[in-house]
């Protein structure tokens, strides 16, 4: 047999000494009184994790077979083989179950470690214009004059104002009504109802409410119906891998708002930070999605690998065309407020504007990038399943043949991304009739340039890579006669 003992009496043993040691930290803290909530989750996280390994480790135990006496006949031995090789596959899926086990409370760790850090950075005071402002939820309740009318020139958008009596619904102030006005133009309001909810704003003198105006629609509960939609639509048609690929976003999006964005603000180094989530949140989602096998090493290792080139390639591109992060056309009504924040900081741990344009681009690549790792993987573990004798030049050579297949619409993906998120821009700039060195000059372009072609080169640059790791997993040496 290819597992023995020996192994899993190992497993048994490192499960039950972290659960032992973490439970008697945890009992320890408690009595003492000293317990905090992230240390109390960790050593909860390690106790059950050390209990699920000792369970594992010993049902493996209990179910590997006697050794039995050769020879027989060959109906028999056939039999045996069978039930051996049944034998060596439950034993290899218990085994990556407990190294998924292992992995995921080892990340738990991890994030709660990255939390308590991310929780640390001192808070980033509010910008004086918006201290002691209040936003509560209302319900409209009459409609009591108003004018407006749709403008036939710019596609019969209303235009004029409404004057609602709305309810507050939230807020030490509920139950009271006002009377507000419900501007309406091109670029802000919406025509309302009654019965609608809005958002209300207002700020406070001697405990009174002073200056209330409506502010726009309240479009949470639809953006939650919106957002449920997709939900059952995923699970509907992708099952159980479909919801496991939420767990995924939702993982990567907590991370995002609780570790990264904090971080990034208290002066943590931008790339590195950001490579870092990237890596991490690869390895949980593809963890949760397959286990621990070669095929999700060999995609972790190449999305990782791919979304390191893309930095690469991003920063060396932003040193040729002289452009940062500063110069972002899309950040550039919010880099006066970010420049106040970072002057407010210690020089040697402030907010670092100029690498947001490349730490953009990881997060951007990230999922293109996941996508052809992953698929890479996928098949060239089935090209080994259906012919285990590959050598692994073939199946290089078969890897690079899917590989080449996918180049192609995966960085039209990431251009036709680009210009669907910038079209609205782009047709202004087709306006002015610029000169195409005009254009090539501009730095609005150049730094879309550099977005969209640092990302497609982190997803071709993929496909090599995950090929070369593929085959050095997959593969083997074909013996010579």
Known sequence: ??????????????????????????????????????????????????????????????????????????????????AQNELRARVDRSFSQSLSIFILLLSAVVFLFAYGRAQKVESIPQSSVHTGTFYEKAEVISI?????????????????????????????????????????????GTVLEVGDNVTVTYSMIDGAIDGIELQDYDRTTPLLWVVLLFLVITVLVGGKVGAKSLLGLALTILCVFTILIPLLLGGAPT?????????????????????????????????????????????????????NGFL??????????????????????????????????????????????????????????????????????????????????????????????????????ASLEPSFRQLMSSTFFSVEMVQALASSAGVILAVPLSVVIGMVLFGKHKKKA
């Open 1 to 82: 047999m290819k597992y023995k003992k020996p192994l899993w009496f190992t497993v048994a043993i490192v499960g039950a000494a972290s659960g032992l040691l973490a439970l008697a930290a945890l009992i320890v803290s408690i009595l003492r009184g000293t317990l905090l909530v992230i240390p109390a989750a960790t050593l909860a996280f390690a106790t059950v994790g050390g209990g699920i390994m000792v369970f594992l480790a010993l049902r493996s135990l209990r179910s590997l077979p006697q050794e039995s006496e050769a020879g027989g006949t060959k109906k028999l031995r056939e039999q045996a083989l069978a």
């Open 144 to 188: 009591d004059g108003g004018v407006y009318q749709g403008q036939q020139a710019v596609e019969d958008v209303p235009v004029g104002k409404q004057v609602v009596t709305v309810e507050l619904k939230s807020g030490d102030f509920a139950g009271e009504r006002y009377q507000l006005d419900n501007n309406l133009s091109y670029l802000y």
């Open 271 to 323: 790339l590195p930070t950001i490579l870092g989530l990237c890596a991490f949140v690869t390895v949980v989602e593809f963890v949760i999605l397959g286990g621990v096998n070669r095929k999700t090493v060999c995609a972790i290792l190449g999305t990782i690998s791919g979304v390191a080139f893309a930095m690469l390639f991003g920063q060396l591109a932003c040193k040729l065309l002289r452009v």
């Open 328 to 429: 972002m056309y899309s950040a550039e009504p919010h880099i006066e407020a970010l420049l106040q924040i970072k002057q407010g900081q210690s020089p040697l741990s402030s907010l670092q504007i100029g690498d947001l344009l490349v730490g953009g681009i990881l997060i951007a690549a990230l999922g293109a990038v996941n996508d052809v790792a992953m698929s890479i993987s996928s098949a060239m573990n089935e090209l080994i399943a259906v012919n285990p004798e590959l050598s692994r030049k073939e199946l290089l050579k078969s890897g690079m043949n899917i590989g080449r297949d996918m180049v192609g619409t995966m960085t039209n993906t990431l251009i036709l991304a680009l210009v669907g998120s910038s079209l609205v821009l782009m047709i202004y700039l």
